[in-house]
């Protein structure tokens, strides 16, 4: 299970809508949240969207599309119409943060991760039960444990070796991985043993 997250991007539409499809098809997330509730991943997506299908992206436009084809499109035509409605629908694991609240809780394995725009929300009850707390207001990523939680930061997109991290409990131990804006991976740290290590 993998998680990606986007940090903030300061309106770039087209730098949020490419670290998106990174994590999307490179990184294999299964979900992906942006740290800010700014309307930005809602512009990238429609736009993505439109590549994808054309210019109604709507669940009403599919509907329409399909009608299309049952009047007679080709074997090759449904084809293409169920690889593009695929592509669209796996467009629904971009989320930002509720613009409200600008916070989010997710489970990641049995760890519980609090994701904010604001590290000033890490101080509530909310925050105390949460294992991992990743914030969007870092200048820079960032990795720090503090007793026995971790508080994580991808920094703003387009930052040296940051804006953009994958938390991932695929393998053995749940892992952060950071990548900067060319998509490279500057960092990887493990945080917390997904099993219990017998002594000895």
């Not at 609240?101 to 760890?111: C, I, N, S």
């Not at 890490?122 to 707390?133: K, M, P």
Request: proline fraction near 4%; charge should be negative.
């Amino acid at each position: 299970m993998k998680l990606g997250i986007l940090g903030p991007s300061s309106g770039d539409v087209n730098q949020l809508g490419r670290a998106a499809e990174f994590l999307l098809r490179q990184a294999k997330a299964w979900k992906v949240v942006y740290l800010d509730g700014d309307g930005t991943l809602d512009k990238a997506v429609a736009a993505w969207a439109r590549k994808i299908v054309g210019d109604d992206a709507s669940d009403d436009g599919s509907w329409e599309r399909a009608a299309a084809l049952a009047a007679g499109g080709t074997a090759a035509a449904v084809d293409a119409y169920v690889h593009g409605e695929r592509a669209r629908l796996r467009l629904r694991a971009l989320e930002s943060l509720p613009d409200d609240t600008l916070r989010a809780v997710e489970q990641v394995g049995e760890r519980v991760v609090l994701l904010t725009n604001d590290r000033r929300q890490l101080e509530d009850d909310t925050a105390r039960a949460a294992n991992i707390l990743i914030y969007g207001d870092g200048s820079s990523p960032t990795v720090r444990k503090i007793g026995a939680r971790w508080f994580l930061s991808p920094g703003p997109l387009g930052c040296p070796g940051g804006g953009i991290a994958v938390l991932d409990d695929d393998g053995p131990d749940l892992t952060v991985s950071f990548y900067d804006a060319s998509f490279n991976l500057s960092l990887r740290e493990e945080l917390l043993p997904l099993r219990v290590r017998e002594p000895g």
